[in-house]
């Protein structure tokens, strides 16, 4: 009783206390509005790009004159406090009401010290380790003059041609949610630190669900999907308190979300109670007149009323306004709305009180790159791989003999650190061959011979180059490049091949209609596989790929997506068993292009396939292609074993808001030590809308040593059966449910539970 009246008496404290802070910043920002003219505070609205890094058409205009006139709210992707505190001192020294500027920047999956690309680091399951790699970022990219981020990107996505599938978290709203807060709160802290900077979560909404899986392509879903399996990550991230919101590119239900008034008013504001700003994504409003919407004037009018504070390029807020509320078709008060929400980001980053809060020269030398943050990084990595096969226990290999190393990503700094590595240095990458030398020393014989290009198709490779500078090309025969690889396989006790895919095969803008490993690659693998030796493939890759091929004839794969930085190392670390890997599929790898949309949480359909069948005419099934995926949503290997005992439930029968415990005992049955993720999934078997077949409802990253039992207990209660209904109520329904523990979403321990009203 004590300790409650405590905690209420504490939080009612800290109630008032940020009341009074409210208080404070409204009459701040009133009395600073007071003084704006209707131009300086159409100027708070506008996010030119600096050039320094550019995603699309470049802002033309003199930047540094807009700032002095005070048409300028913030600058993104500037790259050193050097250049920022110069900008900044612009605007508030040079501009009438010495208005501070923010910088942001697209600081991904970290900064200087890239971690994994967040597909791969939501594989770890483990949100203490997601949000170390968000604080890290955060103090890295504060240290060079930033204090926001166009990160957490959270967008649900089930189809792997998309490109950003390796920008998000995966299929799971559950899984994706709790990313979304831990990142948020790794970022942001309390913006009290100069190392707390604000969080931007990503693309507002339903990016994801680009129809064919082509970048920027229309979607269109129904509400209750929306709600129940894309929208979860985003309000997640605006219950943990993020600071912003970016709206994304494509349409939903017929509007751009640009200038969708039911996405980024009804929903975030009205239902969600979102207080931060929302900024449009790179010329998001001015792309609005190729949708159909109406020329720039009519566009940004649009966006300004559906909820969008500020406008990043475009500069249609800029150029249109003015006239628009002349014309009547803005009022005041929206433009009003717009500029206080951006002047309260910068009062809570603390730049009214020191503009300079993140221009500290000295924080760059001694913060960013740093050996601890590179540690972390090599940790998280070695964290998020995935050891799909492991055929004989091949792996871990021994740090003796002869090895032979090969494959166009062996030898390879620049492919390490994926996509959106914007401030990463390639240069200090570490390579698969790097960490393989490093870790075997003069132990082993390591040899190497590329093998083979990234694809046959030379026009293919210089696509994919980063940031406009082509890949490696080998001009020799294919044939003489697999013969290298060959003769030094010879020699070899065993063979490891670094393919798959290059940083840039996904990300922004490269969606693929063939998510295979390239030919060039698959036919170095089937000739290493004609030597009989045993081969490991290194797979790298930011999207699930299509590899049946591979999984049925390669007796050991390690999909190490893109490890960041110090992917060689954390690679060498799995390799060789330093580190036992216990990373987790957070998507369902296919068995083809065609089988795509293939999720675990799908719906029955009235003519479903019984579990583990194949063709039976007038189900739901293709004639060609089993429903089976190749692994898994939840899947990964360790090199030790994990055994499930049978599900214990407290109850079979339960009543309102009581709380249901399953148990199961974990045993270790292998002879290492390991970590296992232990995941929860929920079944209602009937709703008032069709129910998907399983979904996760939690998880447990436990570890265990050699020939160690735990029980592993999760607590389900009425907030776990919750779901939109088809009037977008979010409620439970009384009546039977699955509960299912297991190691992922296929192998499951299953009971039974009939929970009453
Ligand atoms: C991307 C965003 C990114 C922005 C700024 C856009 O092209 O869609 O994710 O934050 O550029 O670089």
Not at 319 to 328: A, P, R, V, W, Y
Request: proline letters at 3%; hydrophobic letters at 40%.
């Amino acid at each position: 009783m004590r300790k409650l009246t405590i905690v209420l008496v504490l939080s009612l404290f800290a109630l008032v206390q940020s009341r009074a802070q409210d208080v404070k910043m409204n009459a701040f920002i009133s009395k600073l509005m007071g003084k704006m003219t209707l131009d300086e505070k159409i100027g708070q609205l506008n996010l030119p790009g600096s050039g320094d890094i550019v995603t699309g058409q470049a802002s033309n205009s003199d930047i540094g004159k807009k700032i002095k006139e005070g048409l300028v709210g913030g600058l993104f992707n500037i790259k050193s406090v050097a250049k920022i505190k110069a900008v900044q001192k612009v605007a508030v020294e040079e501009s009438r009401l010495k208005i501070p500027l923010i910088f942001g920047m697209d600081v991904i999956h970290g900064y200087e010290t890239a971690f994994p690309i967040p597909l791969g680091l939501s594989c770890t399951w483990d949100m203490n380790a997601i949000e170390k790699s968000a604080r890290v970022a955060a103090t890295e990219a504060s240290a060079d003059g930033i204090c926001w981020t166009f990160s957490p990107m959270v967008d649900i996505a089930r189809d792997p041609r998309w490109g950003r599938i390796a920008e998000g978290s995966g299929e799971d709203a559950y899984l994706g949610s709790q990313i979304a807060k831990a990142m948020v709160k790794g970022y942001q802290g309390d913006f009290s630190k100069n190392s707390d900077i604000m969080a931007c979560v990503k693309h507002y909404a339903l990016y994801g669900a680009a129809e064919g899986g082509r970048d920027y392509n229309t979607t269109d879903m129904s509400r209750v999907r929306m709600f129940n399996e894309y929208l979860p990550p985003y309000k997640a991230a605006v219950d943990a308190g993020v600071g912003s919101v970016m709206a994304s590119f494509n349409e939903v239900d017929g509007i751009p979300a640009t200038g969708n008034k039911f996405l980024m008013t009804d929903v975030l504001r009205k239902r969600w109670g979102f207080k931060g700003f929302v900024v449009s994504d790179y010329t998001g409003i001015n792309e609005m007149i190729a949708h159909g919407m109406g020329d720039l004037q009519a566009v940004s009018a649009l966006a300004l009323k559906a909820g969008i504070d500020m406008d990043m390029v475009g500069e249609g807020f800029l150029t249109t306004l003015k006239k628009s509320l002349k014309e009547g078709k803005v009022t005041m008060q929206e433009i009003d709305n717009a500029c206080r929400l951006i002047l309260e980001a910068k009062y809570k980053l603390g730049l009214f009180d020191n503009p300079y809060k993140y221009c500290d020269e000295k924080r760059a030398a001694t913060e960013i790159f740093t050996d601890a943050n590179r540690k972390t990084a090599r940790e998280i990595a070695a964290d998020c791989f995935v050891l799909l096969k492991n055929q004989g226990n091949l792996l871990p290999l021994k740090k003796s003999g002869t090895i032979a190393l090969v494959g166009p990503l062996a030898d390879n700094k620049e492919n390490m650190a994926g996509t959106w590595s914007v401030a990463a240095n390639f240069e200090k990458c570490i390579s698969v061959l790097q960490g393989m030398q490093e870790a075997v020393g003069n132990n082993a014989k390591l040899l190497y011979a590329q093998g083979s290009n990234l694809d046959a198709d030379k026009a293919f490779v210089e696509r994919v180059g980063i940031f406009g500078k082509p890949l490696h090309w080998d001009d020799r025969p294919a044939a003489d490049m697999i013969q290298d690889a060959l003769n030094i396989a010879k020699q070899a006790d065993v063979i490891v091949a670094a393919v798959g895919e290059s940083a840039e095969m996904t990300g922004e803008s490269s969606s693929r209609s063939n998510i295979s490993i390239p030919q060039a690659q698959e036919d170095l693998i089937a000739a290493l596989l004609k030597t009989g030796k045993p081969v490991v493939l290194v797979l790298f890759t930011g999207r699930p790929l299509a590899i049946k091929w591979e999984s049925d004839n390669v007796p050991a794969i390690l999909n190490v997506w893109f490890g960041g930085t110090e992917a060689g190392h954390a690679i060498s670390d799995v390799l060789f068993g330093d580190v036992n890997p216990s990373g987790k599929l957070s998507t369902t790898w296919p068995q083809n292009v065609g089988q795509i949309p293939l999720y675990y949480n799908h719906k029955n359909t009235g003519r479903p396939l019984p579990e583990g069948g194949w063709f039976q005419k007038f189900r739901s099934n293709y004639l060609d292609v089993s429903n089976d995926p190749v692994y898994p949503f939840g899947y990964g290997l360790s090199y030790t074993h994990f055994t499930y005992g049978d599900l214990k439930l407290s109850s079979t029968s339960l009543k309102g808001n009581q709380t249901l415990t399953a148990t199961v005992t974990l045993t270790n049955t292998g002879t290492k030590d390991g970590k296992e993720v232990v995941q929860l999934y929920t079944h209602q078997l009937v709703g008032s809308i069709t129910r998907p077949v399983k979904e996760l409802k939690g998880f447990q990253k436990v570890f265990l040593k050699a020939g160690e039992s735990k029980e592993i207990s999760f607590n389900i209660t009425l907030a776990d059966l919750k779901f939109y209904n088809s009037d977008l109520k979010y409620d439970w329904e009384a009546g039977d449910f699955e509960i299912m523990v297991g190691g992922n979403s296929r192998d499951v321990k299953v009971g039974k539970v009939n929970w009453k009203k």
